[in-house]
């Protein structure tokens, strides 16, 4: 694996790290109803999510999901059913805002396995791991560059949403911005379950 080969990986990641996703929605309602500290505990959780897909391609375990269309399909429903889960509280939680509620005790053990859960549990991510990896650096043969390739996704991906979480709480901490985006973000999650649920790898 060459330094243009890093290069060139790092470019890709940062393209898709600021592409408006899942995790974009996660981590700035994060933000918004635990705050700061919740916002960068949903970025590490996503980190980790990356590290644990990372830790699957380095094993050869990824390549399964494409060999056995069943296992593609479990994967698939798990995560459109957790994807839905997290709009539809969301949305509730956008009800108790509405009616001035005490916000609820968000612990941040919650938020971090929620956030790695999110990113686990998404087909896309693993169909990354293998349709991208494989440009950039021969998995089977160096499968530790692989492992390494990863994880700078993830340092990537943790970067720009750090951003993502400081620009929430900045612009998005009054309870009307609040109430706003969680309903918007509930529906757009639930959307993202829908849309998954359509999604195939061919």
Same mark, same amino acid.
């Given at each position: 694996?060459?330094?243009?080969?890093?290069?060139?990986?790092?470019?890709?990641?940062?393209?898709?790290?600021?592409?408006p996703g899942a995790s974009w929605v996660y981590v700035i309602q994060s933000t918004i109803h635990v705050g700061q500290k919740g916002g960068f505990v949903a970025v590490l959780g996503n980190a980790i999510g990356i590290l644990?897909?990372?830790?699957?391609?380095? *094993?050869?375990?990824? +390549?399964?999901?494409?060999?056995?269309? #069943?296992?593609?399909?479990? !994967?698939?429903?798990?995560?459109?059913?957790?994807?839905?889960?997290?709009?539809?509280? &969301? /949305?509730?939680?956008?009800?108790?805002?509405?009616?001035?509620?005490?916000?609820?005790?968000?612990?941040?053990?919650? $938020? !971090?396995?929620?956030? +790695?859960?999110? &990113?686990?549990? &998404?087909?896309? $991510? %693993?169909?990354?791991?293998?349709? !991208?990896?494989?440009?950039?650096?021969?998995?089977?043969?160096?499968? *530790?560059?692989? *492992?390494?390739?990863?994880?700078?996704?993830? /340092? %990537?991906?943790?970067?720009?949403?750090?951003?993502?979480? /400081?620009?929430?709480?900045?612009?998005?901490?009054? &309870?009307?911005?609040?109430?706003?985006?969680?309903?918007?973000?509930?529906?757009?999650?639930? %959307?993202?379950?829908? #849309?998954?649920?359509?999604?195939?790898?061919?």
């Amino acid at each position: 694996m060459t330094l243009e080969n890093v290069v060139a990986f790092a470019a890709v990641s940062f393209m898709i790290a600021i592409s408006p996703g899942a995790s974009w929605v996660y981590v700035i309602q994060s933000t918004i109803h635990v705050g700061q500290k919740g916002g960068f505990v949903a970025v590490l959780g996503n980190a980790i999510g990356i590290l644990l897909h990372a830790a699957f391609a380095f *094993l050869g375990l990824a +390549i399964f999901v494409q060999l056995i269309p #069943q296992l593609f399909f479990i !994967l698939k429903m798990c995560g459109s059913l957790y994807l839905f889960y997290m709009g539809v509280k &969301n /949305i509730f939680y956008a009800k108790e805002l509405s009616f001035k509620k005490v916000q609820k005790n968000v612990l941040l053990k919650e $938020v !971090l396995i929620d956030g +790695i859960f999110m &990113n686990l549990l &998404n087909p896309k $991510v %693993v169909i990354l791991m293998i349709a !991208l990896l494989p440009q950039f650096v021969d998995i089977k043969s160096n499968r *530790l560059a692989a *492992l390494y390739l990863g994880s700078l996704h993830a /340092i %990537v991906a943790s970067i720009v949403l750090s951003f993502v979480t /400081i620009l929430a709480r900045r612009f998005l901490v009054r &309870n009307h911005h609040a109430v706003i985006f969680s309903w918007c973000s509930g529906l757009v999650l639930c %959307v993202f379950a829908i #849309q998954l649920l359509f999604f195939d790898f061919s």
